[in-house]
């Protein structure tokens, strides 16, 4: 992979840790983002050096760990030494975030009211607040993140134009169960990619079926594909980075939700349809990624069917499923959509195919009624982490060569936000 491929290359993250057992994710995440290609510089509280050394933030970061203000360390910012003894000014020069993680209740508390008593608030209140935007992953016992007095200074710190990230729900370090845990260093690291993406699509709804349709044969048996869903996962999440709000339509497959996305899971091509019908209304933007069975069995048996030591198999006979991209791309705001009217639906189709792709595209953007069909080859994707895009609209082709799904997914969602005349 090369280094301009990771997810936070040429970041600069300032990670500051205030006191509380959620430390521990602060090494993970730490990691993680060193791992994404960041440069990160750890900042601790005394606090937060009760729970987590310095040495192994030291060693996970590969930079000298600051505590305190009186620390005359030359502090080096984009590898330039500065000996003015002033770590709180130098520390977050050319930094593109601070992100503190854990954020006890105490710390937001004194963010809030500008106190700077200790090297990492002091360090918050001291940054060119319109260049390096502050992060806060809460962590906390459920009572004290209830607690008004705590939901006020989160509202608030909102509204000062802080980030303030969700917290978890589940068992608690005290043996309590409830919301206030710190999210997981891989939920933290996704909502930072997401903080860095341009916001093209904001404003927009978004919704995408994905992955596999299973038709019933028997209660046990069934029709299915070899479909992964894993490119459609992977706009849902690149749409939601993108700032738009996004519904995902998933056939069964064993992907986790991205982060921020709202899932409905069907199994049949019948329920793909009545779910995606119902959302399309809400909808801007409709992408149909599934690959949905073309035919499902007419009569399912109720119960699982046996041999009968005859040698005779059971006859099955097929009807079509109804065809949801058509059905949606030719509703009447499908329709404007396709005529670029503001209040249209957008749809993009796929086109898994396996061979004569360009002609086949051509022909199936045309039949389905669709401004832009993306073709890929069916055999050389499913179930792969990469893929080859074709993407055709009436005028033109465009290709978007072989690249993971990840990197395809926003390509993808920023040409359907150019089109949309939305570019970050
Ligand atoms: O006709 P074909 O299955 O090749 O069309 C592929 C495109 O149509 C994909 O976007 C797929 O999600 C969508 N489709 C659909 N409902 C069907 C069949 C395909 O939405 N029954």
């Known amino acids: 992979m090369s280094n301009s491929s990771l997810e936070l290359a040429g970041k600069n993250i300032v990670l500051g ?38 040495v192994t933030m030291q060693a996970l970061s590969g930079r000298q760990v600051f505590g305190s203000q009186w620390d005359d360390t030359a502090v080096r910012v984009n590898g330039e030494g500065i000996a003015n003894n002033m770590p709180h000014i130098n520390l ?88 206030g845990r710190m999210l997981e260093a891989d939920e933290i690291l996704a909502d930072l990619i997401a903080f860095f993406t341009p916001k093209s699509l904001l404003g927009q709804k978004v919704l995408i079926t994905a992955g596999p349709t299973y038709e019933a044969i028997d ?27 996004v519904t995902l339509i998933a056939g069964p497959v064993s992907l986790s939700t991205p982060r921020g996305v709202k899932r409905v ?33 007419t009569n399912p048996a109720d119960q699982k069917l046996k041999k009968d030591g005859t040698g005779d198999v ?50 199936k953007r045309i039949r389905k009624g669709v401004p832009l069909l993306v073709g890929n080859i069916g055999p050389a994707t499913f179930g792969q982490d990469d893929n080859a895009l074709l993407l055709v609209d009436a005028k033109s082709v465009k290709e978007l060569t072989r690249a993971s799904k990840r990197e395809l997914a926003k390509q993808l969602v920023a040409d359907i936000a150019a089109r949309l005349g939305q570019s970050a």
């Open 17 to 54: 840790l205030s006191g509380g057992i959620a430390a521990y994710k602060a090494a993970e995440l730490c990691r993680a983002m060193v791992k994404e290609g960041a440069s990160v510089q750890v900042v601790m509280t005394e606090a937060a050096e009760h729970f987590m050394t310095k």
């Open 92 to 179: 977050t020069r050319g930094a593109d975030a601070i992100v503190i993680a854990p954020c006890s209740a105490d710390f937001m508390a004194k963010l809030l009211h500008g106190r700077a008593d200790e090297l990492l608030s002091l360090m918050c209140l001291a940054r060119p607040i319109a260049e390096v935007p502050l992060i806060l992953a809460p962590a906390m016992n459920r009572e004290m993140w209830a607690n008004p007095a705590t939901q006020r200074n989160v509202a608030q710190l909102k509204q000062d134009g802080n980030t303030v990230l969700d917290v978890g729900e589940g068992d608690q370090a005290c043996g309590e169960v409830g919301d």
């Open 219 to 245: 209660p046990v048996r069934g029709i299915t594909n070899l479909s992964s869903g894993k490119m459609g996962f992977a706009i849902a999440r690149a749409a939601y980075e993108a700032g738009a709000d």
């Open 265 to 297: 899971d069907v199994k049949s091509a019948h329920n793909m349809m009545l779910a995606a019908v119902k959302y399309a209304d809400y909808a801007t933007i409709f992408i149909a990624s599934a690959a949905v069975a073309d035919w499902r069995p």
């Open 314 to 363: 059971p006859q099955l006979s097929f009807v079509e499923n109804p065809d949801i991209l058509a059905t949606i791309a030719q509703s009447e705001r499908g329709k404007k959509g396709l005529s670029g009217m503001p209040d249209g639906l957008f749809c993009v189709g796929f086109a898994a195919e396996s061979q004569d792709l360009l002609v086949n595209a051509q022909a």
